[in-house]
């Protein structure tokens, strides 16, 4: 293609709210088969409730609450915005946290009114050899067959509750995806969240079991990536958190979501500035028209 005929590309692509950092990436854009989607504030809005709360026996509900919300108010993930938020709605205020750590990927740890707190995935617990008791282990298996994200919290070497978290599909996704399979591409669903839940969200936007690749660690997102590089894949990423941020940089095209976090949208080659998944459909059908593949 002409200078030219990339720069009013380039244009075309500002009116429909695509940021291209370059004219070379519309080149890219063309060569795209895969396109990996990340799901927590990609395929869904990442705007969460917490919407149950099942205690240990013995255990109130306004502490596991006070707890886990003191120290989930420390972090920016949209799980722990729920169940902050959850729990200052039913508590009102929330302590403050010592030694407060964030594990990418697998929850919150800290010290809460002289209570060594953990909030997170089972295998954050798993780590630090607590189990999850019978009926928890139900109430968290029944959530998410639900679809909804189990998140277990502990203190002091028990495990005392299950949460229910989750946020809801955003209205555009179903007909993205759908856009582009229509382009030829093949949509991926990636997530760091449990398999059940995954395969949840994939059946409403119409991605069968077999496309979603679920329970990956933050890290090893870029290794998910790479292994559909090997396969011959040219590979797409949209991703919206800083846990995207290295995924996005391997992909052959990162798409950031432009309402998502300043290392994505550095990390990317095209920022989706309403942050509805039609613009990646809209990228990839502008760098083809530009490039003259079809009119
Ligand atoms: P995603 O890939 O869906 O954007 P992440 O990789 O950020 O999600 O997190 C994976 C999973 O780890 C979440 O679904 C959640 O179960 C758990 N998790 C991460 N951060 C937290 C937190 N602050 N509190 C509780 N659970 C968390
Ligand atoms: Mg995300």
New binding site residues.
Partial sequence: ATPTALMVGTGRGAQLGILIKGPEVLETTRKIDTIVL????TVTTGRMALLAVHTADDTGEDEVLRLAGAL?HS?E?P??RA?ASGAAARVGALPAPEDFA?IA????TGVVEGHAVL???EKLLAERAVLLPGDLRRAKAEAEAAGR?A?AVAWDGEARAVLEVADAVKETSPEAVGRLRALGLTPILL????RAVAEAVAAEVGIAPQYVIAEVM?QDKVDAVKRLQEEGRSVAMVGD?V?DAAALAQADLGLAMGTGADAAIEAGDLTLVRGDLNAAADAIRLSRRTLGTIR
């Fill in positions: 990340d799901k927590t504030g989930e972090s993930h799980v722990a169940v964030n990927g697998l929850g919150v909030v997170g995935r994200t998140i997530t760091g969240d449990n933050p958190g846990n």
